[in-house]
């Protein structure tokens, strides 16, 4: 059953190279790339899913005159699932991008950027299919490039280009530790191919530890993690919008896959390598959040939170890990489920965020939310679409998000009754750390959807505002029904989530509480729907016969409220940062009305970023001064030079003479 | 002659070299050098006397080259560039010429301490040969990275390669003649090529002292 | 059958009682008669009986705010077991599906109070979301308290499995559960000290302000909503200090309905005896409860559970 | 025979050029030797060719590396046609002794590949100096003649160093008795374990650092910025892309000899050392670098580096260096060659005062892009490949911190050059300036270097792998 999957591979190829062929004429190069992109990820989507729900796996090696040997690709469940991902989000993306470029038609040549993007999806393929070291690092090394030439899209802008800098500096470092991961891998399995690792067994403990971090800081870099996340919130608003979708939706979930991926080689693990991931997703999603919150611009919001999403699924990692070094199959199943069925949750709905924002943008030109406001009498669709995404975002009942944090929290709750010591206490942690997550979300997710969408308008850059052509939104709504269908149907998507969850841990089947509880979360959905509806009915029933008037709102005796009367995001976030003012790193750029008749004053808050701001900048700064002062060496002067040599010579002279060899 | 003789020249040559240290006068170090080669000539005759008939052909045209080229030739050539390049006729060295003659005896003394270190290199070489070719080398060596003007520094690149040449006499019987000429011919070609770019730095800078030839540095 | 029937009942019918109860405590305690005690029955009703006012910058959001959060609440309430040992609704894991639908609800009231465009309704949305915010670890720790030993995420069976002869010897951690639920209580159901609904200046208000634009029917089915609430957490609280109330059938309805109303009163009490808070000294509060929480759960752990 | 013609076509054919004034007609004559040269290269792996007495002959080293330049200078030889006739940017340019030097050039490398005696070898190295020399001072500036006077005497004096190696090597052969060997490679080879080992060492080291200097080793690189920056487009690229091979072929062959006396520990780790000198002083100089020419010089600095670690490690890392001498070579020269394009039209090499080159040059902006990622490391590219190689058996052999050292230089080296060489190639030029027609030829030829190392990248030819294979076991290596 490799087969298709090779097929979408090679589709999406050669749908960015005909694209490519094709750049004299954008419609032509759009119209290439989407319909291949359409088709390949069909077939994708339609083949990961059988394998994922009927199983079996299948593994194919062609020898190929490489100095490093032969290539191998292969399938499994995990790989299965995450073809999914990359499959439904991207082709979802593609759609959506042949809209939104298509308001790029006239100013530049889009070829390039189809190609780059068919180019980004197959790397993502081939990163899923590989089944040797090499092989992963090029595809690897593929995607983050594709990745970088798509944030540069619009490389004229000078913040563009810097935010792409960053992006490659940050997945280059990642990459370094990668290739030390897999030769260390290819020393210890005998070549590089994934088999004979397996065979290999486990690696000593020592080992498997420098492993675990290698692989935790390498992978780690792409996914997100926090210290390692800085170049998300640079990248992602700095794409174009259906590539930020399938950056944040699938591509940081490459880090994941890879994390899981090379567990699976690591045998049993020690109890620090859970408390230690479930930190990282603590640390991350904690922090990610209130950064999101402390955004003015929606695309950054929107990369924050998904550092934060990672965090989440990070969480499930290591309730997993957990679950598997104390032996405990129920806890790791259900911890790995929720982590792996959070992946896929968190694709669609940061998909469908970013495509919503990018509608944004299409239509009012800013990603500002304080310059947004009552979009949503404008942009129905989009409006409906943002909502139903903030709710699936915030883990909310009865969308997508709600299941795998539940999963997530009954992994916690089950290591937590079943665990002693440390891990008991990592694991219950957990709990306060999601519900804390929970809220924040809702509190961000309330404030980036109400003060743009509802409300009334505060600048005119709305005034012209409307829903995006119907190539962007039937992309949108068909995310939202698929965050609408995973709530409604958790049981469905467990089977989603079952065999993938089994490579990772090994158990037969699903335990048959967890089942029940799933279709009961079904029931408790429906219900909700139900009195919902009862209560419209009821509502509409009762105001039938009465009248019902149309005013201003009511502004506590004062009548004339003006627009920029209306609370702002800044001021709405205010009193929740507050607690965590020390976690953040704000600048307030702020002028105090003086003397009696003051003329202006105005108060702002720029966000900054912790760890960028205080720790990778003035690092970075230091060291490219230090580099600057070695470059005296190089002076010019002739004479100079040649008592380099001559220095050399005798130093060299003396030091392998001396060494008693007469 | 023999290898008695041998040592006779090495002295010399080491004189020169000294000599080449000391003089202020550009013209002067020229001459010396020219005089080196012509030293340079008797040197395989000392080495190759106890050999075959031969061998003393062989060394017979290997002098003839050298005499042509170092002694002659060359020399010839950096006159004339000088003659060309109307300037100063003075080395300007970057170190007073007092010190810098101290400075070639210790170089002196540095090559033969150092020669001292390593095996000789086999019976019948004069026990001269390392050390003088050493000095050679290192005083040529001092010559290049010590003056300001290109012309001087060619000088000391011809010494360098003379201290060299040393070292090649010792194994003059190994070496078929093709190879020597070629080497030889190199060492005129790159003299000759030096002196176009002494004539257009001279003509670019209308002065030849290199210290201005550094604006290329990152 | 007729345990799901009751239970339907007593979710549909008593709540608002409870908020007449604090009113009455709140009387006593100022010497005043007060309104009757079916006050808050007659409110909701006159309000359904109105036509309603909206504002011109509403949309769609604003009117379904009411409805999707009373819904969420009666669909929480069908979680905890009112009239049997179990509820209509129970499974394992519900627990967290009770504190995620009340979040669903406030999704919803914050959603409708900003979609006012007002900016007193949008500082009540901001107020609420920070202090739920902080709320939502407490609760959730609370209930991790009183859950673990039971082996089990769900409310019933955790209520049934409770050691009640001696829970004080076996379990003190409870207690702690106990007082940061009715901590979390008050936060949640915007009661002194965190939040004072009698007040009448909306810069101090939270919840009361976020409401300030709904009238007839929305705002019965937002009264209506806050009273059932207040009688869910009423009834946790309830069944962590009683032994299995609800066992009995009817009778246990009876006792639980009735600690449901001590506890009103117990809130009554402390509305009248001390000040609403500083809103800057509010999280403070809402924290120092997680925090306890976690010391208790720590506890729990130190002990070492069965 | 072949052998001789090898080389004394070129230097015929220089003499030819420089009898005739018509640059038209000597770029023929150029363009034809360069042709015939490829042919006959290429045509001796078929039929080799006997050996010419003992000074000449084609081992397989010699003839990879002989391959590898008469590629690059057929190449070059077609860039240079439009670069002469009507594509100079600065107008006082001396054409006229440009076509003879080039093929003199051509010659000296040659015989540097077929020469088995170590004193001619010495010879051909001089010669390519000096025959190189004015090609760098093609532009009559006082920057270029600085450049070329450096060069002169820097690499005179490090190459007299060589010589006096080579003579030494002949003292410690005169060492091991009976009658000491002339100094031709095999002769040298067979005596090695009897020579005295002090003199062998010293030779070595003399040979390494001397031969070094002209490789452009650290910290005797200090010519090289300087003559690559300002010397044309095709003679940067025929001086990066061949010219260090050769230098390189003369290290190799003293190690050769080393190998065969049986310890060559130390030489290992000579060659260690200055291979990561070399990489880390290039990785600095890289990073933050003002002139887009010299960066790319630094390049080769640091892959020289890389070539003398791979051999350092020996192993399937000397495989690698092989590799990675072909993949150089093809990127190095690609990379100057488009260097050179830019320089046309923005007219200066300053990385500051470029921008947009995506948009005025689109095709070379593109072709830059690709040979930035090749010679950066990144997939799908040949050098990718070959420091793969040696990267791994770093990791696999004993040497695992070496491995690390070894890639985190490398990413350096590669952000480094990323953040001089996007600016450039990204951005909006000023509103003036529209996109530029260049000619064909000098858009095509770095194209056929780029889709070479593109194909090296993803597939190494069986026959290739088989020559570089045993190139690597005559340097003691071989697939670990």
Known sequence: MLWPFLLALGIHAAGGILALLFFRSNRAALAIGTVACVAASLIGVVAAGHLLLVGGAAEMQASWHVPVGELRVGVDALSAFFLLCIHLVSGLAAVYGAGYLGGHAHERTLAPVVFFFALLVAAMTGVALARDGVLFLVAWEVMSLAGYFLVTFEHEREDVRRAGMVYLIASHIGVVFLFILFTIFARHGGDFSFASLASAGAPSSSLANACFLLALVGFGTKAGFWLLHTWLPEAHPAAPSHVSATMSGVMIKMGIYGLLRALTFLGTPPVWWGILLIAVGALSGVLGILHALAQHDLKRLLAYSSVENVGIVVLGIGLGLLGQSTANPAMAFLGYAGAVLHTLNHGLFKGLLFQSAGSVLFATGTKEIDALGGLSREMPVTALTFLVASIAISGLPPLNGFISEWLIYMAAFRGGTDLHGAAAVATIAVIPVLALIGGLATACFVRAYGISFLGTSRTDATKAAHDPPLTMRVPMVLAAALCVAIGLWPDAALRLVERPTQVLVGVATVPDPLLGSLIAITRVSLVLLGLAALLALLRRGLLRRREVAVGSTWGCGYEVPTARMQYTAASFAEPILGPFEATLH?????????????????????PGDLVGERIIVPVTRRALAALGRLRIVQHGRVQMYLVYILVTVVVVLLWQLSGGSR | MTADHADVVLLVLVMIDLFVVATSRIAAAIRASALQGFSLALLPFALASDGTPEHLAHAALIAAGVLLLKAVLIPWLLLRALRKVQIRRE?????????????????????????????????????????????????????????????????????MENGIFVFGMSLAREMPFVVELGILLDVLVGIFVFGIVIHHISEAFDHMDTHTLSELRD | MIEALLHLAVLAVFPPLLVGVIGKTKAWFAGRKGPPLLQPYFDVWKLLQKGAVYSRTTTWIFRAGPIVSLAALLCAGLLVPLSSTSAPLAFGGDVIAFAYLLGLARFFTMAAALDTGSSFEGMGASREA??????????????????????????WEVFASLPWATWGAAHPEILVAVVVIFLVLLAENSRVPVDDPATHLELTMIHEVMVLDHGGPDLAYILYGSAVKLFLFASILVHLLVPGPT?????????????????????????????????????????????VAAVGLVALFVRGQP | MALLLLVLVPALGGLLALAIKSVRIDLGVLLAVAVLHLATAVGLWFVPSPPLGSLLALDVAGHLFLTITSIVFLVVALYAIPYVLHATHDPQAAPHLFVPCLLWFLAAMTLVTVSQHLAVMWAAIEATTLASAPLIYFYRKKSALEATWKYLLICSVGIALALLGTFFLGIAASGAGDGAPPLVLDALANAAP??????????????????GTKMGLAPMHTWLPDAHSQAPAPVSALLSGALLNCAFLGVLRFYQVVLASGDAAFARTLLLVFGFLSIGLAAVFMVRQRDYKRLFAYSSVENMGILAVGVGLGGAATFGAMLHAVNHSLCKAALFLLAGNVLRVYGTTTAGDVQGVLRRLPLTGVLLTVAFLAIGGAPPFGPFMSELVIFQSAIRGSEV????????????????????????????????????????????????????????????????????????????????
Do not use: N
Not at chain 4, 408 to 433: N, R
């Open chain 3, 247 to 291: 066992a009995a059938g009817l009778s246990g309805t009876l006792a639980l309905c009735g600690g449901t109303i001590a506890i009103a009163v117990l809130v009554g009490v402390v509305e009248s005896s001390m000040a609403r808070l500083r809103l800057l000294r509010v999280p403070q509060l809402l924290i120092g409860a997680s925090v």
């Open chain 4, 194 to 211: 009897h020579m005295t080992r002090p003199w062998l060492k010293v030779a070595f080291i003399m040979a390494l650092i001397g031969y």
């Open chain 2, 91 to 159: 080395v300007e060295p970057f170190v007073s010429l007092h010190v810098s003659l101290l400075l070639g005896a210790l170089l002196i003394g540095v090559a033969f301490w150092a020669s001292a270190q390593l095996p000789a290199p086999r019976a019948g070489t004069p026990a001269l040969l390392v050390p003088v070719a050493l000095a050679t080398l290192l005083i040529g060596f001092f010559i290049i990275v010590s003056r300001k003007k290109a012309i001087t520094q060619v000088v000391g690149y011809l010494l």
């Open chain 1, 586 to 606: 704000r600048r307030a750029d702020e002028e105090f009305p003086t003397a009696y008749f003051p003329r202006e004053a105005h108060h702002q808050l720029l």
């Open chain 3, 130 to 155: 920070a202090f739920s915010a902080l709320a939502e670890p407490a609760l959730l720790l609370a209930l991790a308290i009183v859950s673990v030993p039971a082996g089990t995420f769900s409310f």
């Open chain 4, 401 to 480: 911190w070496l491995g690390i050292l070894f890639i985190a230089l490398l990413a350096i080296a590669f952000l480094g050059m990323a953040g001089v060489l996007l600016p450039m190639l990204q951005g909006e030029g000023a509103a003036d300036q529209l996109p530029v027609r260049e000619p064909r030829l000098s858009v095509v030829t770095p194209l056929c270097l780029c889709v070479a190392v593109f194909v090296l990248g993803v597939f190494v030819p069986a026959p290739l792998s088989e020559v570089l294979q045993s190139a690597a076991v005559l340097l003691g290596g071989g697939h670990g």
